[in-house]
């Protein structure tokens, strides 16, 4: 069947597009997020189940779409309780529905009238594909009272075309599996979700999505003003997928890798959330390379072998995007019956979103940059923040927002600028300092507060602070600390749950390299050198800051791997101490390649091993705060260095990190002599632990070590035939543009000089072009070869993915707490993916590992000894 565009088929569509995805839920408040095709009143309606069974409502909400489009119209409505209505009890389950009506007066239609969840003429159970057997509606848990009951998940970094097999789907089938278990007290359910970044990949999207993209928006987006970009005054659709490069490098500057079919239009961003969490706008057959070339023809190659080569290419594309597409109907019921939370991060607008001063100052100072980055920001204001904050949506700058929204066509002007202001778009940039916003911004952090625990939910991509432009960024700028974390402080929560889109307490051995290529290249963006502890002024605020929770449990993604951390604390002025934790679950789906996650996650605990020198696996650090009057310490610290300047591989890295930061100094606590620090005692010391999971022995982890090595010897000599390959087939590749050059040249003559230079010119070039493609196709089947040689080392390679420290499959993180050895509380996460088979492919169980750790405050005695 071949590719049909959107127009010819969304009649047969229902009338809800995407969702319904359940978000903040509360006992007093429950929020519902919807994509209609059409406009409508829409009504959600709470209910609880009486004893005799019955359903009984408790509360409704009602709310009217907001238009972005004539097809595309959004709601997040919110049901609230009255003041004389009993709130929702904490750990209870309760149910949702939905009512439409297209004006107030009309007929009211609800999920399950056919045309709302399913097209009209399908005669099956409209809701049998978004509620779990036994359960008469879309359900929820609110968190439990008891930190022993409370149990959720949380994961990051989801691209459709991402490597490995897909795991938000997963949450589904472990939420059936608790529904089936015939758990009455609901004690294995899950009770929220909170995606920690990268829901899309607005950057890195393969061709036939974005031609699917493209076409959805303009069907969805009918009836508003042609969206034309600045700096190059032309719409986005005369960019063809594929070959986008050069305006997303050259015009808006961005600094993507992947930019060749890289989002610009809102209807691109807003079409890609649609088409990432329901399955509603797919269409039965994805777009191959002649449909490309037929609406493009300036894409299809000028040589047969070539062309043969993009066709391939989008096969194999269009067979990952339906293994994807194959997994929505799973995740569209999880994400119906689990209360979601969300954070942006880079890849929601563009890698690198303000990662440093430097992209800042270009981005905000190009027109085309600007304009897209707003696009993004836009995008993600509606689909992902007003979920998470409806309160923010309710009144004051968000209702002006989306009532701006609901009227505006798409022109440029007073508007345009209002919208900016409201999203929190920052004015030009000298590249130094914090991001100017409006004081009416919306803001994008936010809390959640339950009886025994807090989640405190950080924004750490707009509002950072850059001390210079080509510096490591601080995540949280002062302002930002003292408003997302020192403000939110709780006495009487037993955990405080942060939500970081970065690791805190990350891989230290990936944080040194990027530290050391820094100072190499001066580029923070080859490597994503924007790790928490490379900034230390920052870092060592956000310490001070958070040791004011006394136990947080930090959630994480962004780097491709799960692991789990951990910090023991303690501030030598005040005694006072603090614990803490750092689980990362990463990706979704975006899996790393099989030989570098192997490496890092059979060779990084060997690493560890080797530093400790058979010691616990830990790093323990001094850390002195940096005042006016504080020479004192610096002199002392850099005169205690330079005596041992013989030992060049221990005092070097020692004098570059005492001149790291101008406001702290921060050393490892080893290798010093006794009293070296008995005159200036520092500040705060700290001790971080890599947390070892419940997967196999040690044994088992040596051999796979030894496998790893032979493999990666064995691979050399394909290896290098390999580059020498790709060499040639770029020098044939330059040889054929410029004969392609020179035969335009000629026929762009006067036709006197043409007609003397025809014939001979015309052999040559025809000679040379036939026997470059002939060689062209010769060398691309040799290298066809290795690489399918090298891919089956690589498959072979995905079975050692998961080691005692970092798992590099596809995951998602299962938090809970259990009692620990003496009555002491432990938080641990575990964390699920697909089980590999001897071809090192995803099979059809999942398998988990534990990490584990206690939250009983570190003591005194426990402080590792001062040198």
């Known amino acids: 069947m071949s590719w049909t565009p959107l127009a010819e088929r969304l009649d047969e569509l229902p009338l809800i597009l995407a969702g319904p995805i359940l978000r903040r839920t509360e006992p007093g408040s429950v929020t519902v997020w919807l994509a209609l095709k059409a406009e409508r009143l829409v009504t959600l309606h709470i209910l609880e189940t009486e004893a005799s069974g019955a359903l009984r409502e408790r509360f409704q909400g009602r709310r009217k779409t907001v238009r972005l489009g004539d097809n595309l119209h959004l709601v997040a409505v919110t049901a609230q309780v009255s003041a004389s209505e009993e709130p929702l009890a904490w750990g209870e389950l309760y149910y949702y529905n939905l009512s439409f009506q297209a004006h107030q007066e009309a007929e009211r239609e609800e999920l399950y009238t056919p045309g709302i969840l399913r097209p009209a003429e399908q005669v099956d159970d409209p809701l049998a594909s978004l509620i779990y057997p036994g359960h008469p509606l879309p359900s929820f848990l609110l968190p439990a009272s008891k930190l022993e009951q409370v149990r959720f998940f949380h994961g990051s970094c989801r691209k459709a075309h991402g490597s490995g097999r897909e795991m938000l789907s997963a949450l589904d089938l472990l939420i059936e599996k608790s529904t089936l278990a015939g758990d009455h007290e609901h004690v294995n359910r899950p009770q929220q979700l909170y995606l920690t970044g990268d829901q899309v990949y607005a950057d890195d999207v393969v061709p036939p999505l974005l031609f699917a993209l493209m076409d959805a928006g303009q069907t969805l987006f009918s009836g508003q003003r042609l969206e034309i970009l600045p700096g190059v005054r032309q719409p986005a659709s005369n960019f063809a997928p594929g070959m986008r490069r050069d305006i997303i490098h050259h015009q808006a500057l961005f600094t993507s890798k992947t930019p060749d079919s890289h989002l610009l239009s809102f209807a691109e961003y807003a079409s890609m959330y649609l088409m990432v969490w329901s399955d509603q706008l797919w269409p039965e057959t994805l777009p191959g390379a002649e449909e490309l070339w037929q609406r493009y023809p300036a894409s299809r190659p000028a040589i047969l072998a070539q062309q043969d080569r993009d066709a391939q290419h989008f096969m194999e594309w269009n067979a990952q995007l339906e293994r994807f597409r194959a997994q929505l109907p799973h995740v569209r019921r999880a994400l119906a019956n689990i209360a979601t939370y969300m954070i942006c991060d880079d890849h929601d607008v563009t890698d690198d979103w303000f990662l440093d001063g430097a992209w800042c100052q270009n981005i905000l100072n190009s027109q085309t940059g600007r304009h897209i980055v707003r696009n993004g920001l836009l995008a993600y204001t509606l689909f992902q923040a007003w979920g998470n904050t409806?309160?923010?949506?309710?009144?004051?700058?968000?209702?002006?927002?989306?009532?701006?929204?609901?009227?505006?066509?798409?022109?440029?002007?007073?508007?345009?600028?209002?919208?900016?202001?409201?999203?929190?778009?920052?004015?030009?940039?000298?590249?130094?300092?914090?991001?100017?916003?409006?004081?009416?911004?919306?803001?994008?952090?936010?809390?959640?507060?339950?009886?025994?625990?807090?989640?405190?939910?950080?924004?750490?991509?707009?509002?950072?602070?850059?001390?210079?432009?080509?510096?490591?960024?601080?995540?949280?700028?002062?302002?930002?600390?003292?408003?997302?974390?020192?403000?939110?402080?709780?006495?009487?929560?037993?955990?405080?749950?942060?939500?970081?889109?970065?690791?805190?307490?990350?891989?230290?051995?990936?944080?040194?390299?990027?530290?050391?290529?820094?100072?190499?290249?001066?580029?923070?963006?080859?490597?994503?050198?924007?790790?928490?502890?490379?900034?230390?002024?920052?870092?060592?605020?956000?310490?001070?800051?958070?040791?004011?929770?006394?136990?947080?449990?930090?959630?994480?993604?962004?780097?491709?791997?799960?692991?789990?951390?951990?910090?023991?604390?303690?501030?030598?002025?005040?005694?006072?101490?603090?614990?803490?934790?750092?689980?990362?679950?990463?990706?979704?789906?975006?899996?790393?390649?099989?030989?570098?996650?192997?490496?890092?996650?059979?060779?990084?605990?060997?690493?560890?091993?080797?530093?400790?020198?058979?010691?616990?696996?830990?790093?323990?650090?001094?850390?002195?705060?940096?005042?006016?009057?504080?020479?004192?310490?610096?002199?002392?610290?850099?005169?205690?260095?330079?005596?041992?300047?013989?030992?060049?591989?221990?005092?070097?890295?020692?004098?570059?990190?005492?001149?790291?930061?101008?406001?702290?100094?921060?050393?490892?606590?080893?290798?010093?002599?006794?009293?070296?620090?008995?005159?200036?005692?520092?500040?705060?010391?700290?001790?971080?632990?890599?947390?070892?999971?419940?997967?196999?022995?040690?044994?088992?982890?040596?051999?796979?070590?030894?496998?790893?090595?032979?493999?990666?010897?064995?691979?050399?000599?394909?290896?290098?035939?390999?580059?020498?390959?790709?060499?040639?087939?770029?020098?044939?590749?330059?040889?054929?543009?410029?004969?392609?050059?020179?035969?335009?040249?000629?026929?762009?003559?006067?036709?006197?000089?043409?007609?003397?230079?025809?014939?001979?010119?015309?052999?040559?070039?025809?000679?040379?072009?036939?026997?470059?493609?002939?060689?062209?196709?010769?060398?691309?089947?040799?290298?066809?070869?290795?690489?399918?040689?090298?891919?089956?080392?690589?498959?072979?390679?995905?079975?050692?993915?998961?080691?005692?420290?970092?798992?590099?499959?596809?995951?998602?993180?299962?938090?809970?707490?259990?009692?620990?050895?003496?009555?002491?509380?432990?938080?641990?996460?575990?964390?699920?993916?697909?089980?590999?088979?001897?071809?090192?492919?995803?099979?059809?169980?999942?398998?988990?590992?534990?990490?584990?750790?206690r939250l009983a405050l570190p003591t005194s005695a426990e402080r590792p000894p001062l040198p």
């Open 390 to 853: 409806p309160e923010q949506f309710a009144d004051g700058s968000g209702q002006l927002l989306l009532s701006m929204l609901d009227s505006w066509q798409g022109q440029e002007g007073a508007e345009q600028r209002l919208i900016d202001e409201l999203i929190g778009m920052p004015l030009s940039y000298n590249g130094q300092g914090e991001l100017a916003r409006s004081k009416r911004a919306l803001h994008w952090h936010y809390t959640y507060e339950a009886p025994s625990h807090q989640v405190i939910i950080m924004d750490t991509r707009t509002q950072r602070h850059y001390d210079s432009p080509k510096a490591f960024p601080g995540l949280l700028s002062p302002q930002a600390l003292q408003e997302q974390i020192v403000t939110a402080v709780r006495p009487e929560a037993q955990v405080n749950i942060i939500i970081s889109a970065a690791p805190v307490l990350g891989i230290d051995f990936i944080e040194n390299i990027q530290f050391w290529n820094q100072l190499r290249a001066h580029d923070n963006y080859s490597m994503d050198c924007e790790a928490w502890g490379l900034e230390w002024g920052a870092f060592q605020q956000f310490l001070r800051a958070v040791s004011g929770l006394k136990r947080a449990v930090i959630l994480a993604g962004d780097v491709h791997y799960a692991f789990g951390s951990s910090m023991e604390y303690w501030d030598m002025h005040t005694g006072e101490t603090a614990r803490l934790i750092n689980f990362t679950a990463s990706p979704l789906c975006n899996e790393g390649a099989g030989e570098h996650m192997a490496v890092l996650a059979l060779g990084y605990p060997r690493l560890l091993r080797l530093q400790s020198r058979g010691r616990d696996p830990y790093v323990s650090f001094l850390a002195w705060d940096l005042k006016p009057d504080s020479n004192l310490i610096f002199q002392t610290v850099v005169r205690n260095i330079s005596q041992h300047l013989f030992r060049f591989w221990w005092s070097l890295p020692r004098l570059m990190a005492a001149h790291r930061s101008q406001r702290e100094i921060v050393l490892p606590s080893r290798g010093w002599l006794p009293g070296t620090f008995k005159q200036i005692p520092p500040d705060r010391v700290y001790r971080i632990r890599y947390l070892q999971n419940t997967r196999a022995p040690e044994t088992r982890q040596r051999k796979r070590g030894v496998l790893l090595r032979f493999s990666r010897l064995l691979q050399r000599p394909q290896r290098l035939a390999l580059g020498i390959t790709w060499l040639l087939e770029s020098a044939l590749r330059r040889i054929r543009q410029r004969t392609t050059r020179l035969h335009q040249k000629t026929e762009r003559q006067p036709l006197s000089v043409r007609w003397l230079l025809d014939r001979p010119t015309h052999a040559v070039t025809h000679e040379i072009l036939d026997k470059s493609a002939d060689l062209e196709q010769a060398l691309s089947k040799r290298r066809n070869a290795l690489v399918t040689t090298l891919l089956k080392g690589r498959n072979w390679l995905n079975k050692w993915k998961a080691g005692t420290l970092i798992v590099g499959y596809n995951n998602i993180g299962e938090i809970y707490f259990t009692p620990g050895d003496e009555g002491l509380r432990e938080v641990r996460q575990r964390l699920w993916w697909w089980r590999q088979d001897d071809e090192g492919q995803s099979g059809d169980m999942m398998q988990s590992t534990e990490y584990r750790e």
